[in-house]
């Protein structure tokens, strides 16, 4: 071990800890992709990606039934900072339980999913009744309930029937790759919370806007993915900026 | 600098050295999730990816008209390396000019794109005469035309007019994100192949595939981008079954 050679930390390369599930992190690059104003390929943000799935089930372990993720997501970010990321973001809301943990062990600026969410709930839909599906660790462990809210905000969750039912199964569905199967549990968990007067809708878990939109759903979505992805666009922006500032004055 | 942490060098970790586009290389990675026998999140390859796009430009360079970019390409390599990557692929075909020069300095395994695709030519397409559509730095160094064939081959290339007017552009709109266009152009480059006598086509640059695909061109279409992503999982495939071994063993 220790075999390879350092690299030089580059202040505007932004490291992604992705690979929860692999497919959920090419969802969140071509969004970062999207929101990215380019014209060919050097306007791009420049990015590290670890697609490292073998981490253990966040849920599970959450829930006390499984290994904790820690010690492999900690892995993971330090391959990141030996590649020299300046930045490190999750595009995995339960991975965020491990948040404050991987931020003190690697000292790395993070920008955190549900703040950006929050923060786009709040532009989009202010004063809304918010939807919130996500995974039941991300639930039961308050990672958006808890968060400062840029706004106050009035929840609507899914019932533990629904959790166990429908939200869960989706989801498992999605990572497995059976989307139609998936898409068809999610949209009835969603639509359980459009009744009960939900008006927007929070899209908390990384896999699920591989199988719902806005279109499909018939009111407004916030992507915690696509929040997250137009952070990330807005600091490589500013990051950029700095370093011409720099340049100039140096 | 080289004030980030080493980390261990793991032998079935894959890296991926892309951002030559970078919705090519997400194209790639979406190629491997589909080439993977997978049920869940942990049954997916491990891939470290670098979409750092500030690389100069490959075709330019070839030409005499831009710097190299093989410094770009080999702190990109280093960054892998000191992620602890156990294998380098190259979502990028005009990228493996310096393919030799990358092997030799940073001393990781490599497999070759062009290698791959034309294996995939030899299993799908026996005796065809092949189309091959690529940027013109591929074509003019020999990228594919040169390397050791698995059967002989009988080669269809676009003229030059075809190139300058249509190739070229084409993948240059497609870069830009301009799909349509680069679709247009690519579709009549293609099309002139097939009259000349191709019964089948090299998409020889990661762009292509984006636009171009079997259904729309009515012949069999060797996707180069495909064929590596191919070639990735069977090697990770013999990788863990390896450590399984090794496991066993130990």
Redesign the interface.
């Known amino acids: 071990?220790?075999?390879?050679?350092?690299?030089?930390?580059s202040a505007g390369?932004v490291g992604v800890l992705g690979?929860?599930?692999?497919?959920a992190t090419?969802d969140f690059?071509?969004k970062v992709?999207a929101a990215t104003p380019?014209?060919?390929?050097?306007?791009?943000v420049?990015?590290?990606?670890?697609?490292?799935?073998?981490?253990p089930?966040r849920t599970a372990a959450f829930r006390g039934d499984g290994e904790s993720p820690l010690p492999a997501l900690l892995?993971c970010g330090?391959?990141?900072?030996?590649?020299?990321v300046g930045l490190l973001v999750l595009p995995c809301n339960t991975a965020h339980l491990w948040f404050d943990d991987l931020q003190a062990a690697l000292g790395l600026p993070m920008l955190h999913l549900a703040d950006a969410a929050l923060a786009e709930a709040a532009r989009r839909a202010p004063g809304a009744r918010l939807g919130l599906l996500a995974t039941d660790a991300t639930l039961a462990s308050g990672l958006y309930l808890n968060r400062p809210q840029p706004r106050a905000v009035q929840w609507v969750l899914p019932t533990a029937v629904e959790m166990v039912e429908l939200v869960m199964p989706g989801i498992?569905a999605v990572?497995?790759?059976e989307l139609a199967r998936g898409r068809d549990a999610l949209m009835q968990a969603a639509q359980a919370l459009r009744r009960r007067g939900a008006d927007a809708l929070v899209l908390g878990c990384t896999e699920l806007p591989l199988v719902l939109d806005e279109a499909g759903l018939g009111l407004p979505v916030i992507d915690a993915t696509d929040a997250l992805a137009r952070a990330v666009v807005a600091w490589s922006l500013t990051q950029r900026e700095a370093e011409a500032t720099g340049a100039l004055a140096a």
């Open positions: 071990m220790n075999d390879a050679a350092r690299t030089q930390r390369l690979g929860m599930g692999p497919l090419l690059l071509h992709l380019a014209r060919r390929d050097q306007d791009h420049p990015m590290m990606v670890s697609s490292i799935p073998q981490v089930d892995a330090e391959r990141l900072a030996a590649a020299g498992a990572k497995a790759g």
